[in-house]
């Protein structure tokens, strides 16, 4: 796996850690966090929690698994990332517009991003 991969892999990692943490279990939770918020190797996490780092591993790509699973049945990181998208493009059209229905529009797109 390339770096680029890598850390895109990671990006989406911590994205769906971000809507699906509380799905996880508490050590899923721990291990996960320090992976991939923390940065900690294996190794680390393993002598902090005197187990292997095999186990610390496979407690991880369970964990990752899940997280993806979640995702293909609820779909909220997709829905997330269309919703960014979207505002997106209403920003850019919002140019175009006259003063006053510039900012009505701009409130609009205020109170979406508020949803988040």
Request: with cysteine.
């Amino acid at each position: 796996m390339t770096e680029e991969n890598a850390l895109q892999k990671t990006n989406r990692i911590n994205l769906l850690f971000d809507f699906y943490e509380q799905l996880l279990t508490e050590k899923q939770q721990m291990f996960c966090k320090q992976y991939f918020h923390d940065d900690y190797s294996l190794g680390e996490i393993a002598s902090e929690f005197q187990i292997s780092r095999q186990a610390v591993y496979e407690h991880i790509k369970r964990a990752e698994s899940v997280l993806e699973e979640y995702e293909a049945k609820l779909g909220l990181l997709g829905k997330y990332e269309e919703r960014q998208e979207l505002l997106q493009k209403l920003d850019r059209l919002l140019e175009g517009l006259d003063a006053p229905n510039r900012e009505a529009a701009a409130k609009l797109i205020s109170r979406l991003n508020e949803l988040d």
